[in-house]
């Protein structure tokens, strides 16, 4: 069968045993529990790197289809893989349901019998090594410059042996035109540079304030099967993948880098099928439909209207504002998109404390504090002050809660530092590290007149209140609060 025909059977097939991989796992989690206290470890190991295989696998599934016209390159050695995988959680399902065995024996014959199936290869080892290859057709699909096709043959020759002691059928050969191909010099000419929204998610969050109430995630289309869509032009950046609703609804943001042109591919299982779509963010609109929801709609040509694409539930805020802040700055920046509505500026539910020109790494840039009235939590948000991006993100920062006196240090007239700031930059050109002094790496925040310091300090250090008979001396000078539409 031909490699394009095979292609939505195989990328179905890895989401197929990722699912299994999750259940045998959850399976022998109750197992691991039931045994004594020295006889765990090994299990423990063999379910942590299960976890890994699923994630590999839907990782591996969804890259694919944004790479789909590279998919022929991998399609051999998902072949060697999969029918392996498959007898191996088939294997440890049958030992651990035989009821004729106490918990313990159904371990230790487990671990032994499979263990000894392929010499030197223990069962912790055997995830290790389908994980290790696994691993290698990511790199192998993104053209990575850390593909090594020594590792990658090695892995397989040990595969195969695996496979024969379990008396799997082999698979098809290897088709060599394929790998040499993919293998010219052209293969590993591409943009290396990281973007800036690779890093985004990759940071800790410095606070986690959870919503009350959880709302639905849903993803409305158009929908095809899982490699049905039409191959994506040659040159394409993953950026940023967020699962939703135990992973049973994952969106992926990339970039065609041909054009710059950034985009978001939804994938949705139902029905036991899963189901994709891919639209460039120029063609999406993003909101905040309730307190934990963001919704993502898309402009019916046929229909003349907005039509629901996405909703989208996160656990916590600070996720939330990182996703919408990440989207919103993605838009904007793209050279397709044609306008943005004010109102996709603003966060809905955030009411704005405070506002101010600053200085901030040798741009001019618009400073907000912004409070959340789901969960409390409060945020700086820079901007761009004028111009074309006018509102564009720069970057945000969520301020600690019950933030300590020595947080905030006010140095001049119109410089504050503050402590402990971890900003989430959104524009590579930005660097954060020009705003650091001290010894401690306080962050500065350089305001354009020393009134704004004045409201920015009032903020977070307001003035003992004055005691009864003293007579006010200024004029108070505050903000009126604005909220977000």
Not at 362 to 370: D, E, I, K, R, T
């Amino acid at each position: 069968m031909a490699a394009c025909e095979l292609g939505p059977q195989l990328l179905n097939g890895c989401l197929h045993e990722a699912h299994r991989t999750e259940i045998v796992a959850f399976n022998l989690q109750g197992l691991r529990d039931s045994l004594a206290q020295s006889l765990q470890p090994h299990l423990s190991g063999i379910i942590g790197e299960m976890a890994n295989t699923s994630r590999l696998l839907k990782d591996l599934a969804e890259q694919a289809q944004i790479h789909l016209s590279q998919l022929p390159v991998v399609v051999d050695y998902l072949n060697v893989l999969l029918p392996c995988l498959c007898r191996t959680l088939r294997d440890i399902t049958a030992y651990y349901a035989d009821k004729s065995m106490d918990r313990e024996h159904r371990w230790r014959t487990m671990y032994h019998k499979m263990g000894n199936e392929l010499p030197g290869t223990t069962l912790p080892a055997r995830f290790i090594m389908y994980n290790q290859f696994l691993v290698l057709l990511q790199y192998l699909l993104l053209r990575s410059p850390n593909f090594d096709m020594n590792a990658m043959e090695s892995l397989r020759a040990r595969i195969m042996l695996l496979r024969e002691a379990r008396k799997i059928p082999p698979p098809s050969s290897i088709r060599p035109d394929y790998l040499r191909r993919y293998e010219a010099l052209d293969f590993w000419n591409q943009e290396t540079n990281s973007h800036w929204a690779e890093a985004i998610f990759t940071q800790p969050l410095p606070t986690r304030r959870e919503f009350k109430r959880q709302g639905c995630t849903d993803a409305f289309g158009p929908m095809q099967m899982l490699g049905y869509l039409p191959p994506l032009p040659l040159g394409v950046k993953i950026l940023v993948k967020r699962s939703f609703d135990n992973d049973r609804v994952s969106v992926i943001f990339f970039l065609q880098l041909k054009n710059q042109a950034p985009s978001l591919l939804i994938r949705s299982k139902w029905m036991n099928q899963n189901w994709v779509s891919i639209l460039g963010v120029h063609e999406l609109a993003i909101r905040r439909d309730s307190e934990s929801v963001l919704y993502l709609s898309r402009w019916s040509r046929s229909e003349d209207r907005a039509k629901p694409w996405a909703n989208l539930a996160f656990l916590t805020w600070e996720e939330m504002v990182l996703f919408y802040c990440t989207f919103l700055c993605l838009r904007v920046r793209s050279e397709l998109t044609v306008n943005i509505r004010p109102s996709e500026f603003e966060l809905r539910k955030e009411t704005r404390l405070f506002q101010a020109q600053i200085h901030d790494d040798g741009y001019s840039h618009v400073l907000m504090v912004l409070e959340d009235a789901a969960t409390g939590g409060r945020r700086l948000h820079a901007a761009v002050w004028e111009g074309k991006l006018v509102a564009c993100p720069i970057w945000t920062a969520f301020i600690p809660q019950n933030v300590s006196s020595t947080w905030l240090q006010r140095k001049t007239d119109r410089r504050v530092w503050l402590r402990d700031l971890q900003p989430y930059v959104f524009y590579d050109k930005y660097q954060p590290h020009n705003q650091r002094r001290g010894r401690y790496g306080a962050f500065e925040i350089c305001f354009v007149n020393s009134e704004a310091a004045d409201r920015f300090q009032e903020l977070f250090a307001p003035s003992p209140a004055p005691s009864a008979g003293t007579e006010s001396t200024g004029s108070t000078n505050e903000t009126p609060t604005e909220t977000a539409s």
